[in-house]
């Protein structure tokens, strides 16, 4: 970067925002965020329940040792040590159904050894079957589902219906097996040393969001909450003037802008923008019981097949159940959900299924954008034929599934593309956002 730094606004500060402003804050760039919310954290953020009386996130959310963008995040900000995870690869599961058990246990190195070792795969089938589902996988056409390329395959209903719900919020019938397999090509493919589960340790705000505000205080950043963006005033082809609710706020020539606001968001604020348009809800239960509880298999999730709950999280006393793909079940009433999520975790963990215990049911209904082919299709760039405006999310196109290492990754590379504005060799864009 040559001469003075230019100020960046940014817009939106959930973790595309606050990734895109750390980037920036710690390159010395001036940064100013505006959150419409009275708190930071967008979809990914805790709270002190009073019911519970413990802070609870607003959802389980599992990363894997693979997600390099997100770690690098946490480091940046000094909360390298935010998350926690055993020791190694191991994704634990329990069939309803049928009461039995099993332990994914990819080994660490990129060949796949594990795949010949009954005791480390889905049981009912073979290596060859695992690795049959991979190269479909890998070889699906842009247009086509999870069960397009894997319905056939023994391993559907007991892994890759799973784990196309789990990592896309969309039922497999419905979701892009493209977005599907770059998640795994990063993580499983990588070897089990990127497939390290991990959560948070004290919960989202503690890992990911306090510490990003802490860093961008001390490193002169400003903040302004309860700022909600209606409108971009433009000329030529650039953002001029920022207006909100009260205020206008008018941009030097050499300034610019990163929307990182959810797509229904963008598309009142950019009324041209092309962006998915179809969402889908995760409904999680959190439920307070007498004692600490460990799941079984050795790492802080369950993965559950055959019920409506999908996967178990323990944090102390508290068991955490999230269904995702959960339209349906959200338009239910509290007391029904956390009725039927009790009783497959009491199925799953041999406890008495009629006391349900205090609880918390979240519904998050646009908790992401529906993972199709067709509306993965719809996602813009990070550039704008606006030269200024640059465009963030976990909605964008990050080549990822709407996850926490996408909207991070969408950060800093929103951040990338503002460093190197300047008007004097601005080159416009392809005209794909406005
Ligand atoms: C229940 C749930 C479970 C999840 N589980 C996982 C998981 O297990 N693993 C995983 O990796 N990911 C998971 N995710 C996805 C992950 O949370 C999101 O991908 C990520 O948080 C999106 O971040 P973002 O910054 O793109 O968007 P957001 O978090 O939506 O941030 C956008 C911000 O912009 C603000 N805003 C909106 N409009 C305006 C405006 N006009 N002006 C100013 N500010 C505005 C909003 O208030 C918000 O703070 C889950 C999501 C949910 C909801």
Same mark, same amino acid.
């Given at each position: 970067?040559?001469?003075?730094?230019?100020?960046?606004?940014?817009?939106?500060?959930?973790?595309?925002?606050?990734?895109?402003?750390?980037?920036?804050?710690?390159?010395?760039?001036?940064?100013?965020?505006?959150?419409?919310?009275?708190?930071?954290?967008?979809?990914?953020?805790?709270?002190?329940?009073?019911?519970?009386?413990?802070?609870?996130?607003?959802?389980?959310?599992?990363?894997?040792?693979?997600?390099?963008?997100?770690?690098?995040?946490? &480091?940046?900000?000094?909360?390298?040590?935010?998350?926690?995870?055993?020791?190694?690869?191991?994704?634990?599961?329990? $069939?309803?159904?049928?009461?039995?058990?099993?332990?994914?246990?990819?080994?660490?190195?990129?060949?796949?050894?594990?795949?010949?070792?009954?005791?480390?795969?889905?049981?009912?089938?073979?290596?060859?079957?695992?690795?049959?589902?991979?190269?479909?996988?890998?070889?699906?056409?842009?247009?086509?589902?999870?069960?397009?390329?894997? %319905?056939?395959?023994?391993?559907?209903?007991?892994?890759?219906? @799973?784990?196309?719900?789990?990592?896309?919020?969309?039922?497999?019938?419905?979701?892009?097996?493209?977005?599907?397999?770059?998640?795994?090509?990063?993580?499983?493919? %990588?070897?089990?040393?990127?497939?390290?589960?991990?959560?948070? &340790?004290?919960?989202?705000?503690?890992?990911?969001?306090?510490?990003?505000?802490?860093?961008?205080?001390?490193?002169?950043?400003?903040?302004?909450?309860?700022?909600?963006?209606?409108?971009?005033?433009?000329?030529?082809?650039?953002?001029?003037?920022?207006?909100?609710? $009260?205020?206008?706020?008018?941009?030097?020539?050499?300034?610019?802008?990163?929307?990182?606001?959810?797509?229904?968001?963008?598309?009142?604020?950019?009324?041209?923008?092309?962006? @998915?348009?179809?969402?889908?809800?995760?409904?999680?239960?959190?439920?307070?019981?007498?004692?600490?509880?460990?799941?079984?298999?050795?790492?802080?999730?369950?993965?559950?097949?055959?019920?409506?709950?999908?996967?178990?999280?323990?944090?102390?006393?508290?068991?955490?159940?999230?269904?995702?793909?959960?339209?349906?079940?959200?338009?239910?009433?509290?007391?029904?959900?956390?009725?039927?999520?009790?009783?497959?975790?009491? %199925?799953?963990?041999?406890?008495?299924?009629?006391?349900?215990?205090?609880?918390?049911?979240?519904?998050?209904?646009?908790?992401?954008?529906?993972?199709?082919? $067709?509306?993965?299709?719809?996602?813009?760039?990070?550039?704008?034929?606006?030269?200024?405006?640059?465009?963030?999310?976990?909605?964008?196109?990050?080549?990822?599934?709407?996850?926490?290492?996408?909207?991070?990754?969408?950060?800093?590379?929103?951040?990338?593309?503002?460093? $190197?504005?300047? @008007?004097?060799?601005?080159?416009?864009?392809? @005209?794909?956002?406005?």
């Amino acid at each position: 970067m040559t001469g003075a730094a230019r100020r960046v606004h940014i817009v939106g500060a959930g973790l595309a925002g606050l990734s895109c402003a750390v980037e920036l804050a710690a390159s010395g760039v001036p940064v100013t965020t505006y959150e419409a919310a009275g708190h930071a954290g967008g979809r990914c953020r805790s709270w002190n329940d009073r019911v519970l009386d413990k802070i609870i996130d607003n959802g389980n959310h599992l990363l894997l040792s693979g997600n390099s963008s997100a770690l690098d995040y946490l &480091r940046r900000i000094g909360a390298g040590d935010a998350l926690a995870g055993p020791p190694g690869a191991v994704l634990p599961f329990h $069939d309803l159904g049928s009461g039995e058990g099993w332990v994914l246990r990819p080994n660490d190195g990129r060949v796949p050894w594990w795949l010949f070792a009954p005791s480390r795969r889905v049981p009912g089938a073979g290596a060859v079957a695992h690795l049959k589902g991979l190269a479909a996988l890998a070889r699906a056409p842009t247009q086509a589902t999870v069960a397009d390329a894997l %319905a056939r395959n023994p391993l559907y209903r007991r892994l890759w219906e @799973p784990l196309a719900v789990a990592v896309m919020n969309t039922r497999a019938a419905d979701a892009s097996a493209l977005l599907l397999w770059r998640t795994v090509r990063e993580t499983l493919g %990588a070897g089990g040393r990127a497939c390290r589960p991990l959560v948070a &340790r004290r919960g989202l705000g503690a890992a990911f969001v306090d510490p990003a505000l802490r860093f961008l205080a001390e490193h002169g950043a400003e903040i302004r909450f309860g700022a909600r963006l209606q409108a971009v005033a433009a000329e030529g082809a650039r953002v001029a003037v920022l207006r909100f609710a $009260d205020t206008d706020v008018p941009l030097e020539s050499d300034e610019s802008v990163v929307l990182a606001v959810p797509p229904w968001s963008a598309g009142e604020i950019l009324p041209d923008v092309t962006a @998915p348009d179809r969402h889908h809800a995760i409904v999680n239960g959190h439920f307070r019981l007498d004692r600490a509880v460990e799941l079984p298999g050795g790492a802080p999730l369950l993965g559950l097949v055959g019920g409506t709950a999908q996967w178990l999280f323990a944090r102390d006393d508290v068991i955490s159940v999230t269904v995702s793909a959960a339209d349906a079940l959200a338009e239910r009433d509290g007391d029904a959900i956390a009725a039927l999520l009790w009783a497959d975790v009491a %199925a799953a963990l041999n406890l008495d299924g009629a006391a349900v215990p205090p609880h918390r049911i979240v519904k998050e209904k646009r908790a992401t954008f529906a993972q199709t082919p $067709d509306q993965a299709a719809r996602r813009p760039g990070t550039r704008t034929a606006l030269a200024n405006l640059c465009l963030a999310g976990d909605w964008t196109d990050t080549g990822l599934p709407a996850t926490i290492e996408g909207a991070i990754r969408s950060g800093q590379a929103a951040a990338g593309a503002v460093r $190197d504005f300047a @008007p004097e060799n601005w080159n416009p864009a392809p @005209p794909c956002a406005t």
